[in-house]
């Protein structure tokens, strides 16, 4: 499974000008050889990790605020950290850039054969089944039956890793039916975090609390929600709730040492977000008479 794949005439794809993809590898190019960019020419792969994993995160933020011209941006800094790694395997006699498109190519052709050939998927349910089937082909595994739970990258936020993993039981019938199983499961998790806590036991109070933070997010799965995304969400909404806190604290603080108490801050705290409510409920009534041309 390894070999090119066919190019069918039917599907074959012609070469389109990409201009400003050349021009962008020109510059990363430039950047990396003599007399170019100091600051450039000090990188690795490994001291560029972290701006990869940054770039990321910053534009799956911006795929969750749902504004074009933020995702433009932060994708057009991941495809520079792309290139970049590529520039420097290139330079190791490792691989290019030619060949790093070549290959997702070719897996993106043996892997869709109801696309690019005679194979069949009605949904994708079935494309998934392929795809696996094929992954299992291509390591030389087709006679085995791969795990159940399979590999994930060790970046990968742990509330996303646990709907994965849950997902990935859930396709061998290891679900609860319903929404209520999960909830229970919640409720049981709970309690045995509180027999940790009063036991003193921290190595079981840390076991406790992680089967019942991977319970909760066996929750979210099976209401069809992105546990990860509702996290970042709620941590969002309080900090703008909070703003309101600092705000007061700004007024009334005399000194780095002065104190409230939970009860003063807490009512900040409502008031932040009961303003909160109002700017949404306005912005929603504003969005309703967006179009709304009268008699």
């Not at 997702?104 to 696309?115: Q, W």
């Not at 190595?203 to 546990?227: N, P, Q, T, Y």
């Amino acid at each position: 499974m390894n070999s090119r794949s066919p190019d069918p005439s039917e599907w074959q794809i012609e070469p389109a000008p990409m201009n400003e993809m050349a021009r962008l590898k020109g510059i990363i190019d430039r950047l990396r050889s003599p007399g170019g960019c100091p600051w450039d020419l000090q990188q690795t792969p490994e001291t560029l990790r972290p701006f990869l994993l940054e770039e990321a995160h910053e534009a799956a933020e911006a795929i969750s605020g749902a504004d074009p011209v933020k995702i433009c941006e932060e994708l057009g800094d991941l495809l520079m950290n792309i290139h970049l790694q590529a520039r420097i395997a290139e330079e190791q006699g490792q691989f290019t850039l030619e060949q790093l498109a070549e290959g997702i190519s070719e897996k993106l052709i043996r892997r869709h054969p109801h696309v690019f050939g005679d194979g069949e998927a009605k949904d994708p349910d079935a494309v998934r089944r392929n795809w696996d089937r094929i992954k299992q082909q291509e390591k030389g595994e087709e006679d085995r039956r791969p795990a159940t739970i399979r590999p994930l990258p060790a970046s990968l936020p742990a509330l996303s890793r646990a709907d994965r993993v849950g997902k990935m039981v859930a396709e061998v019938g290891f679900d609860w039916p319903d929404i209520d199983g999960a909830l229970g499961k919640v409720e049981e998790e709970l309690a045995e975090l509180k027999e940790a806590i009063d036991s003193g036991d921290r190595e079981a109070i840390g076991h406790e609390l992680g089967d019942l933070l991977f319970a909760a997010s066996s929750v979210s799965r099976k209401l069809d929600f992105d546990g990860e995304q509702a996290l970042i969400d709620a941590l969002e909404r309080f900090r703008q709730r909070f703003k309101e806190v600092d705000a007061q604290l700004d007024q009334r603080r005399s000194g780095p040492e002065q104190k409230f108490d939970l009860e003063q801050l807490e009512e900040w705290y409502q008031q932040g977000k009961s303003q909160q409510r109002q700017r949404r409920s306005s912005e929603t009534d504003e969005s309703s008479k967006v179009g709304f041309d009268g008699d």
